[in-house]
């Protein structure tokens, strides 16, 4: 037997790892530890942190279609989309995704953090040039970084910045922005990014996590809401994890782009496929907003009157584009106490802190749902402004 080549002397006491004792310590000090929130089955909070906006997740017809594919396909789909991680709910999934929001192709991605960075990295390379809002999602980010693309990040919506950009490189330039932004719940002026895009032949790629089933005719997402369903020059990503209460991603657009996608996107090549599970509870889903458009247009009207309620009792909420609100804090400590105050009385918010957004600006984040009562809309108002911090408070 060969003798163990496994070193016996001791390590050097100085590694990589001894930073990682001081990082610590200082977000602790600075307020900004992560620890994740473990929910229970059982309790008795209502969930305005979550992005169940349309309350599909734990709608029948949705859990008995997952439970019913996970008993017929099994609790993964068995390898990458390409070998044997495609079964006949991606496809369905697939097709009937393009046709409610009315694009020529759709690919389904294990989730919208996968899809955005298959697409960035697919349609971009060292010649490219990519320009990006400067609050763009993480994954828009990461896709930045791994496409090997110049990239200039611009200033929040400020299209001229954009386009001051894309003028430089004409015909090789990509815009990427979020339809729907996640941490205040803005919305981006689409149609003017368009414009500057063709003005300097550029494409244009929308981040519509936030629009699918809140934005558009019954919920179609931001292509249908800014008549850009047809477009040539645009695609879009989704998430299936927010309003169709699964679990997901998928890249809608021209069948040129989704093909293109579909041979040389690493993280669909080389990725494990999407639960069968997961496939089926989002097409459920789909088909439950197709028969019943009215979710839509309630979350709105809930992100609205919660929206008022807020600023009637002096909390300077963002006014929402579709079902995101953000309540400006400052300090992250002060984030945190008030989220958990207002866990305490019974209702659950989002708590971002850097570096999910700049230093100095953490905030609480609410998310509307479909199936919130009028009545507690009222309800969440008043526990958000007992429960504020005097200096936050207008």
Not at 15 to 37: C, I, K, N, Q, Y
Not at 118 to 131: C, D, E, K, P, Y
Not at 367 to 391: C, H, K
Request: proline share 6%; hydrophobic share 40%; charged share 25%.
């Amino acid at each position: 037997m060969a003798p163990s080549t496994f070193p016996t002397e001791p390590p050097d006491p100085r590694t990589v790892f001894d930073r990682l004792d001081r990082e610590a310590e200082r977000r602790e000090a600075d307020g900004l530890t992560r620890r994740p929130p473990v929910r229970s089955a059982e309790e008795d909070v209502l969930d305005l942190a979550g992005n169940d906006y349309l309350g599909l997740t734990n709608h029948r017809a949705v859990t008995d279609a997952a439970a019913s594919a996970a008993r017929r396909w099994g609790a993964g789909a068995g390898g990458s989309r390409l070998v044997t991680g495609t079964t006949e709910l991606h496809t369905e999934l697939e097709d009937e995704l393009a046709e409610f929001c009315g694009t020529e192709s759709a690919l389904v991605f294990s989730s919208g953090y996968t899809a955005n960075l298959a697409v960035i990295t697919a349609l971009s390379g060292r010649n490219s040039l990519l320009v990006s809002d400067s609050h763009n999602h993480a994954s828009l980010i990461d896709g930045c970084r791994l496409s090997r693309a110049e990239v200039r990040v611009v200033a929040h919506l400020d299209t001229r910045a954009a386009e001051a950009e894309l003028v430089r490189r004409p015909h090789e330039g990509l815009l990427l922005t979020e339809s729907v932004f996640s941490v205040d719940g803005d919305t981006a002026p689409l149609r003017e990014a368009l414009r500057v895009c063709r003005a300097n032949g550029a494409a244009l790629l929308i981040d519509d996590a936030h629009g699918l089933g809140v934005l558009g005719e019954g919920g179609a997402g931001a292509l249908a809401a800014f008549d850009m369903r047809t477009a040539p020059d645009v695609v879009a990503t989704v998430t299936l994890s927010k309003a169709l209460g699964a679990q997901g991603g998928a890249v809608l657009g021209p069948r040129r782009v989704i093909e293109h996608l579909r041979q040389s996107a690493r993280t669909f090549v080389f990725d494990t496929g999407l639960a069968p599970a997961a496939a089926a509870g989002a097409l459920a889903a789909l088909r439950v907003l197709w028969g019943d458009p009215r979710r839509c247009s309630r979350v709105r009207e809930v992100a609205e009157g919660l929206y008022r309620e807020l600023v009637r009792r002096g909390v300077p909420a963002t006014r929402p584009g579709a079902a995101v609100l953000g309540i400006p804090v400052g300090e992250a400590n002060t984030a945190v106490d008030w989220a958990a105050e207002c866990l305490r009385r019974g209702v659950r918010v989002g708590c971002f802190r850097p570096p999910s957004v700049p230093d100095g600006s953490a905030r609480l984040r609410l998310t509307a749902r479909a199936d919130l009562p009028p009545g507690r809309i009222t309800e969440v108002a008043a526990v958000l402004a007992a429960s504020a911090p005097e200096e936050v408070l207008g």
